[in-house]
């Protein structure tokens, strides 16, 4: 069974930093673009980062640039999304993606995880 399970949300104050991990099961990440969005109430989901599957070539939005980092770790069949310097805005859900690299960037993906919830309050 294909699985993206998402961890790492929390509760975090302004400044602070969280990493967010997608682990896959059931298929290898190494073929695929991974991408992660968020969704914060009331707003459309948007995407925050993605990493290529042949180069791990990297984009970002414009609100992530400078501020996170995303990587893959092939060996644990896992991606991460290190975050820093978070904002009240940042708070979202945040979701990891799977597919080839123009459906991850057109938010149409193979696969989603079920979504990790991020809080940024003080």
């Known amino acids: 069974q294909v699985q993206l399970v998402e961890s790492g949300g929390g509760l975090v104050q302004p400044g602070g930093s969280l990493r967010l991990s997608c682990a896959a099961s059931?298929?290898?990440?190494?073929?695929?673009?991974i991408g992660w969005f968020r969704q914060a109430p009331g707003k459309e989901r948007e995407g925050v980062s993605c990493?290529?599957?042949?180069?791990?070539?990297?984009y970002y939005a414009d609100s992530a640039k400078g501020r996170f980092t995303i990587s893959r770790d092939n060996a644990k069949n896992t991606v991460y999304l290190q975050m820093n310097s978070l904002k009240p805005e940042d708070t979202a859900v945040y979701y990891c993606?799977?597919?080839?690299?123009?459906?991850?960037?057109?938010?149409?993906?193979?696969?989603w995880g079920q979504g990790t919830q991020v809080t940024v309050s003080s």
């Open positions: 993606a799977a597919g080839h690299l123009p459906t991850v960037i057109a938010g149409v993906p193979d696969y």
């Open positions: 059931g298929f290898t990440l190494d073929y695929y673009a």
């Open positions: 990493i290529s599957s042949s180069d791990g070539e990297t």
